[in-house]
Each structure stands twice: as C-alpha cells, then as structure tokens.
C-alpha cells in the first residue's frame, strides 16, 4: 500500500470488520441454540425435574439447581417463591406476579366456608418437611444488550476482539516501528561520522511516507558525503599548493642570509613567519586525514603506554622552558587498535596546548589508563580554563576562545578539532571541563568506552 494513512485506516478499518462479523455469528450461533432449547424445553417438564431436586436435596439442592439453570443457555426459566412470598435465588418477581402471589395468601388467610377452595393458578411443589412452593416457568428476558448479554456471547466476542485488535496491532506497529530502527541507526552512523551511511533497501523500497523518507535521507547523506569530499580535496590541495612557494622562500631567505648584507634580524623574522605557515599547514592536512574519515588512516596494534611516555619526554624540553612541572601516571601495558601517528597527534595537540596556558611554577597532570572497551587519556592544566559556554566550541574547526586569541598564543583553532576527529576514527570521542581552582581538564576517550567523565 503506498500510503502509510491508507495502511493504518484500513488496518483499523479490518479490525472492527472482523470484531463485528464475528459478533454477528457468535450471536447467530447463540440464537439458534436458543431456538433449540424453546422448542426442546417443556414447562412441564422442568416442573419434573425441580420437584425431583426438592424431594432429593431439599431447598438447598433446589437453589443449587436454580443457579446451574440460570447459566444455562434457554429461553424458560423456572421461578420458585417460598411461602412468605420470596424467590429462593432473591431474584426479582414481575409486579404482577407479586399481585397474584399477595392475593393467593391472602384467599388462603381469610376465613371461609368448610366447603370453599380459593383457586390455585400456579403449580405447587411440596418439600421434605411440608413447606410449599409456588413454581412459575417464565420466559428469559434479554438484557439492554440483548443476544449479547446471554451466557458466553460477551466471553466469546471480547476474546475474538482482543485476538484480532493484537495481532493486527502488532502487524502495524511493526511494519511502522522497524523502518524508523532502520532510518535512526543510519542517522546515529551519519552523525558519528560515517558518511557512506545508508538506509537498507529494504526500507527505501517502500512505496509510503517511511519510503520517501528513506530516500530523502539516502539523497541527503548523499550531497552530505559529496560537500565533505570536496571540502577535503580543497583542503588537501590548498595545502599543497601553498606547500611550493613556502618552500621557495625559505630557500630564498637562506640564500639572502648566506649574503650576510646586515639584515639577519628581518631575515629572522620571515623564518619565524614561515614556519609558523608551515604549521598552519601541517595542522589544515591533519584535519583533512582525520575527516577522510577510516579510507586514510591505518590500523595497527598501539602500545599506547609507550606512545604518552614518548610524547611526554619530546614536551619535556619545552616544559622545562616555561617551568612548568609534567606530572604522569600512566597505566603499564595499555594497547589500543587504531593510528600510532594520529593518536600521537591529537595526544599531542593537547599536552602542548596545556603546556602553553599552565603558568610557571605550576604542573601539568597527564594519566593514562584502561577502560572497559579501551582507554582514557586525561591532560589537565593549571590555565585561565575556558569559559563554561565555550566549552562545547572548543573542539570545533578554527574556533578560538576570544580571551585566548592573542598574537602569542600561536594557535590557530585547528589542533583540538584533529584530537576530536582522531578520538572519533577510534571509537571514541574527547570531552573538556574546567578544574576547581583553575585549569581546563580535556578526556580523550578511545574505543567504546562506556559512561561519560570518568573521575
């Protein structure tokens, strides 16, 4: 059906079809047998036998009986009233047999002649002890429902109508709850980086509103995929690009120094800006390698322990000239599946961005250790921290917090957004938050790491 409207209309629109055509056979069925029991069923005859139940088990065994009548299905059912004028299963009298029952005992109360017999219109049963009952065969009334309200009709729909109204239920909720798994799952994909993310066939197949959609989701991570790979390509050649006369003028700078004509200082100076461009480079590539996404990287076994104490002994030299204390705890033994170079990378865009706004004289705390499903890498600073609103932005690709940019800091808004993509290419993600007493504390959470901050 192509129309999701029309499925579910006329799902429910079965559903009542079949709740009414089996209500109107199971009171078919029941009116026969009705029918049966009318013409089977002589007064005279349950009269026999409700005197036959008098006489064995007395006025107990005639209620007994009475009640047992009552279910079953018949269109006569027989009253019994005892002497002070009550029906023995309390049942209501009709206003007219009360009326002739009243007067009955009132004709057998009052005086008469020795020779006068008051009229008996209703048959009598005479129990063990002597006590009378006056019995009255009187049709089955139906109640507001009717068929329905007879023995087993109401039993026999509401079992076919939850049946039905189930399993059609399920019917619909699957065929509507199972796509939208399916479209959820690829838009998780889709949002975790995976841009070759796909609904199955089997949901952009569907000819109804779940189809369309399906579709307009495969289009849209399509042009998604698309946009993302041009972006890449224009990273990576932009960068190459200004890779070649970066190189020409390094070799001319150090063709004019070789001169020695007084101007080292100025010479210096366009050393200095080349390589920080270099950097800028080197920093643009990296962020391009990590958004090809797992088509660029490699995959081997890390020792990871061994990779923070490496990085950790290279940022030495650097905290040493800022003053600054490193502080490891790293777990021993702690290996990872994934890119030695980019783990190296996005540990180390971290260790030197703390390292830059730690003060002298203060520590920088750098721990390593396992987590159920991989590891945690934790760098903390004693640095102004970050501004709580900024704290989502700071991953992000040439962000800069605003009381960060100076022309001293060297950054360019580049290296957390590398450590973010790396994390994402493990399994992972990176997470910031501020210390008590000042400083910023940054997780790299790698593998499927379970939870959110672990303290």
Known sequence: ??????????????????IVGVSILASFHVANRWMEATEEIRPNELIADAARQLADGGRAGLQEWLRVQERTPSAALLLVIDAEGRELLDRRLPPQLQRRIQRMREWRQSPRPQNFRPPLP???????????????????????????????????VLVFALLFTAGFSFLLARSISAPIR????????????HLDARVRPAISARRDELGSLGRDFDEMAARLESLMASRQELLRN??????????????????????????AAELE???????????????????????????????????????????IEEAGIEADTRSVTLRPEIAAQVTLEGDAQLLAAAIENVLRNALRYTSPGDAVDVALRPAPGGAIVEIADRGPGVPEAELPRIFEPFHQVASARSPQDGGYGLGLAVTAGAARLHGGRVQASNRQGGG??????LGNVPGGRID
């Open 1 to 18: 059906m192509r129309s999701l409207y029309l499925r579910i209309f006329a799902t429910i629109g079965l559903t009542m079809m079949l």
């Open 122 to 156: 209703m048959p009598r049963l005479v129990g063990p002890g002597g006590e009378e009952y006056f019995v009255v065969p009187t049709p089955r009334r139906l109640g507001p429902f009717g068929l329905f309200g007879m023995p087993g009709v109401r039993r026999l």
């Open 182 to 193: 399916g479209l959820r799952d690829a838009s998780r994909q889709l949002a975790d980086g």
């Open 238 to 263: 932009i960068s190459h690009e200004l890779r070649t006369p970066l190189t020409r003028i390094r070799m001319a700078v150090e063709l004019a120094s070789q001169r020695n004509d007084g101007n």
């Open 269 to 311: 100076r366009v050393v200095g800006e080349a390589e920080k461009l270099d950097q800028l480079i080197g920093q643009v590539l990296a962020l391009a390698q990590v958004d090809h996404g797992a088509k660029g990287w490699k995959c081997d076994r890390v020792d990871l322990s061994a990779l923070v104490r490496t990085l």
């Open 440 to 445: 910023l504390r940054i997780e790299i959470l």
